[in-house]
């Protein structure tokens, strides 16, 4: 990892134990390598183990809709504070906290009509600006824990204002 840092954090942590429906906040969670979040119904030995959403995303989100979306409703795992996401390369590294480090495998995916927020608004935040990772090196991460990009894999990075 690089020593470089920046100012990106942990705004939220979201967890379900079932697919298709909000992700509930949580303080901390347990990451399992080449795995996923522990009880989490999306983790799996596959590229989507974790997905991730900066909360400008979900902000803007809420300024062009009139709605009130909270992290974990568009069932992101891992809402980040001061990181455009969508600049980070397909396999592009990142740190977590002190141990927590995630590969970027996947931007967007294709919307589930049949989740919550498309029914309310016919549209969906995630397929756009959402990216998944998998998980390289497992442990805990805590709301508030610093995200550390490895720029020598993505000079490109910036935040996002």
Known sequence: MSTEQNSAIVFALSISEVRGIKKHNVREAIFIENYGIQNDAHAGKWHRQVSLL???SIERFNLNSGLNISPGEFAENIT???LDLLSLPIGSTM?????VILRVTQHGKKC???CEIFKLVGKCAMPTEGIFAVVLKGGTVKT???VRVDVNVTQAHRTVT
């Open 95 to 99: 740190k977590i906290g002190n141990e």
């Open 80 to 82: 980040t504070k001061g």
């Open 144 to 146: 508030g824990d610093k």
């Open 112 to 114: 589930h009509t049949n």
């Open 54 to 56: 900066a909360i400008e």
